[in-house]
């Protein structure tokens, strides 16, 4: 019946508006997946590509006012502050810093109207007709969408950047201005990282307009498992949920995941 192949097509309807999961590139399993959405903080992995493509990492940020004032999650740069991109781009990814990005995008882009112009003009290059950016961070604002399908397709591109594979397995780090007078302590906001035994990566997301949003990578044993959720009030359980599912259809079950530790998630 009807029914019971939408069941096997989709085994979690309920756990997000949006998600698609793919296994070595193939999509496994997806639910509304070209649904245009809000992608809250996923926005900055498109930031980080392109920053990571057009400055070097070892160049010398000053932090303008508007960085320095910027809202929402930050790790506390203020104004003057002389701090290299390598190490913006660890804030902006690890524990998602609003003013390290700010202050990205205005150094790579000369300004925040003209770097998002390059985030717009590079997500036409790359194909994607349901995404458009309005700001490098992810702010709601009307005209900021994605979708989990171009969510995917970007975080694919992000991931062929060592950098970036990198940044985003770090549990903790520190990074600090120029003249070492200030350090700056960054916790990964992906709970997975440490706690689930493959993941490695990418990165997390929330506004309240967005809800809760996560794209989830993992690797063992020559599986790859990707996964973009876009307002998902449960993400890491049901994260943990769909990834040890997607594993276990696998032909090869010798391989035994170790549990997640998830006691202290929320």
Not at 11 to 29: D, E, R
Not at 88 to 96: D, E, G, K, N, Q
Not at 167 to 185: A, C, G
Request: proline letters at 4%.
């Amino acid at each position: 019946s009807t029914s019971s192949q939408a069941s096997v097509a989709d085994p979690f309807p309920h756990v997000a508006k949006s998600y698609i999961l793919q296994m070595n590139g193939q999509t496994l399993w997806a639910h509304e997946p070209d649904k245009r959405l809000p992608p809250a903080s996923l926005t900055k992995i498109m930031t980080a590509l392109i920053v990571l493509e057009k400055s070097s990492p070892d160049d010398v940020v000053t932090i303008s006012r508007d960085a320095a004032t910027e809202t929402g999650s930050r790790i506390g740069l203020k104004y003057g502050d002389k701090i290299q991109v390598g190490e913006l781009v660890a804030a902006m990814l690890i524990t998602s810093a609003n003013d390290a990005c700010r202050a990205l995008a205005e150094h790579t882009g000369g300004s925040k109207k003209m770097f998002t112009d390059m985030m717009n003009s590079r997500a036409k290059e790359m194909g994607l007709r349901d995404t458009h950016f309005t700001n490098a961070c992810g702010h709601d604002s009307k005209g900021l969408y994605s979708t989990a399908s171009d969510l995917l397709i970007i975080a694919e591109a992000a991931l062929k950047n060592r950098i970036f594979r990198e940044l985003i397995t770090i549990v903790k780090d520190e990074i600090s201005t120029v003249d070492r007078k200030r350090t700056f302590l960054l916790e990964n906001k992906n709970e997975l990282i440490g706690r689930y035994p493959w993941a490695t990566g990418v990165k997390t997301g929330y506004t309240s307009k967005a809800g809760k949003c996560l794209i989830a990578l993992a690797e063992n044993n020559g599986t790859r498992v990707l996964l973009v959720l876009l307002n998902a009030p449960n993400r890491w359980w049901d994260a943990v949920s769909i990834l040890d599912k997607a594993f276990a259809t696998r032909q090869d079950q010798s391989v035994v995941k170790p549990p997640a530790i998830l006691d202290r998630l929320d």
